[in-house]
Each structure stands twice: as C-alpha cells, then as structure tokens.
C-alpha cells in the first residue's frame, strides 16, 4: 500500500538550477497538493489541482510551476532555483468530497546553495 | 480567509503526565478541523478531526480533542503522555468549497521525558 510517494527524498541544488518534485498518488483521488514546511510557520498551500489536467495557485505561489498531466501526478517544477526555497516540500490527496482528510506523502527535503 | 494558531511552540512534559496542545482559529463561515502528528523526518498523520455532531473528537494513540464554538478553540488532549508521543503536531482547518485545502497553525513540538 504506497499511498502517496514524493521522489526525491532529498536534493540539494544550486542557486539558478531548475528541478522538478514528483508526486504520485494510488488511491484515485481527484485532489492533490503541494505545501511547504519551514520552521515555525507550519505548512503553507502553493498550488493544487481538483483534477486531471487542472492546477491552481495557492497561498505561495511564486517561484513554481506544477502539471497534472495524469490524475494519479502532480509534478512541482523550480525553474531557477533560491536560497529561499530551501524547506520541506509534501504532497498530498485526498477524495472529491470537502470535508474529508488528506494523505500526506513523506516529504522532500531541499536545499538551494 | 480562515486563520490557526498553536498558542505554544514547545511543550515539554514527563511521560504519564496529562498534556493540552492549544489551537485557536478564525473564520467567516464554518469549519473542519484536524489534527496531525509528524514524527521526525517522515509525513502527517491524521489524528483525528472535526466535522460535525459531538463536540468531543476522539483519535488514534489515545488522543481527544475538544470543539468550542464559542471560544473558537479545538485543544488537543491527552491523559497520560508516552515517550512514543514525542513529535510536532499540527492543528488545521479548511471549509466547505475550498477543496479540501488545508490551511495550518505553526506546529507544536511535544517532547516527553522519561
């Protein structure tokens, strides 16, 4: 049962290098997500998608770019990475219905030097 | 908008020793609310959540939450902490029409000593 898997688990990147996070999903939801984790600020929505072929921005867009080409991915891109987008990257999903919980996958952990 | 915040940043207690991790949020219109747990360097796990109903929310490792409308809060409990509950805990909401999207307090590291 994989749930919801993030590749890589870890990477470190230099200032301007571009990378792309992939998030997969085997459970059919519709909804997946991206959020960042930074100390003391918990986690902070920057895009998401309510379904195939379908992305939207969320609380800290800028700087990313993501695709849904498949319902079971959700890719995050940087093209020209910053210092400041060094955190914790988790995806997630959940099911078509508001109030039902999300599945978190176990995290990429990025640095940018 | 909705808004949470985790009134403590770090709680330090004693295994067996009852714990409260506060959570007090804003909003508009009604709301879910959730609790999560992350161990070190792994994802969130739901511990349990609010919908509706019952105001206490029963969750998973003996966890209990409380709804206070009034008081806008939903404090997370528990009665006697084991060194196993060590880890950092997230209060969340999201409301109806939002898509399922999360919007998080700041986290609370819970550390148990033996």
């Known amino acids: 049962n994989a749930g919801v898997t993030q590749t890589p688990k870890f990477r470190v990147l230099k200032t301007g290098q571009s990378m792309t996070l992939l998030c997969a999903q085997d459970?059919?939801?519709?909804?997946m997500y991206w959020y960042r984790q930074d100390p003391g600020m918990g986690l902070r929505l920057i895009h998401y998608?309510?379904?195939?072929?379908?992305?939207a921005k969320g609380e800290v867009p800028d700087g990313y770019n993501v695709s849904r080409l498949k319902k079971q991915n959700f890719l995050l891109g940087l093209e020209s990475a910053a210092p400041s987008q060094t955190s914790v990257y988790f995806c997630?999903?959940?099911?078509?219905?508001?109030?039902?919980?999300?599945?978190f996958g176990q995290g990429t952990r990025l640095t940018v030097v | 908008a909705q808004s949470v915040t985790q009134l403590d940043s770090q709680v330090p207690v004693f295994e067996e020793a009852p714990v409260e991790l506060r959570c007090n949020y804003s909003?508009?219109?009604?709301?879910?609310l959730f609790w999560y747990v992350q161990y070190p360097n792994q994802g969130l796990q739901l511990l349990l959540k609010y919908l509706s109903g019952s105001t206490l929310v029963k969750g998973i490792n003996g966890f209990e939450a409380e709804f206070n409308k009034s008081q806008t809060s939903f404090h997370l409990r528990k009665p006697s902490v084991h060194i196993s509950d060590t880890a950092e805990y997230f209060c969340a909401v999201s409301v109806s029409t939002s898509y399922g999207k999360l919007t998080f307090g700041q986290g609370t590291i819970l550390t148990v000593h033996p």
């Open positions: 998608s309510v379904g195939e072929g379908t992305t």
């Open positions: 997630a999903s959940s099911y078509m219905v508001e109030n039902t919980e999300a599945f």
């Open positions: 459970m059919n939801h519709e909804y």
């Open positions: 909003s508009s219109v009604s709301v879910y």
